[in-house]
């Protein structure tokens, strides 16, 4: 199983910007399309966005559209997502993971709070 490993979170005023990281323990090239995901307090996990194996392409949530990039290096078998100009409605605690998700494993998740 490989693990995944979030960082980069923190807490940002609204119009803020955070990028997050994503380390995985073993090859994400091997894993396919990874995405990023947020479960906000109460609310069930929802997907966030997603990049296909090589990186020519994303897909993103319409909330996440226009605001977030999603990108990845192989060789560093990292995924990141750029976060720009930041709700208080993007605060949740963002992990990424396999997409689509097909196992029940999830990370530790790296928050994001946004508030002024």
């Known amino acids: 199983q490989v693990q995944f490993v979030e960082s980069g979170g923190g807490s940002v005023h609204p119009g803020g910007s955070l990028t997050l990281s994503c380390t995985a323990s073993g090859s994400i090239l091997s894993i396919g399309s990874m995405g990023w995901y947020r479960q906000a307090p109460g609310h069930q996990r929802e997907y966030v966005a997603r990049?296909?194996?090589?990186?020519?392409?994303?897909m993103y949530a319409d909330s996440a559209q226009g605001r977030f990039a999603i990108f990845r290096d192989n060789a560093k078998n990292t995924v990141y997502l750029e976060l720009t100009n930041l709700k208080p409605e993007d605060t949740a605690v963002y992990y990424c993971?396999?997409?689509?998700?097909?196992?029940?494993?999830w990370g530790q998740g790296t928050q994001v709070t946004v508030s002024s």
């Open positions: 993971n396999e997409a689509p998700v097909r196992t029940n494993y």
């Open positions: 990049i296909s194996p090589t990186g020519d392409q994303t």
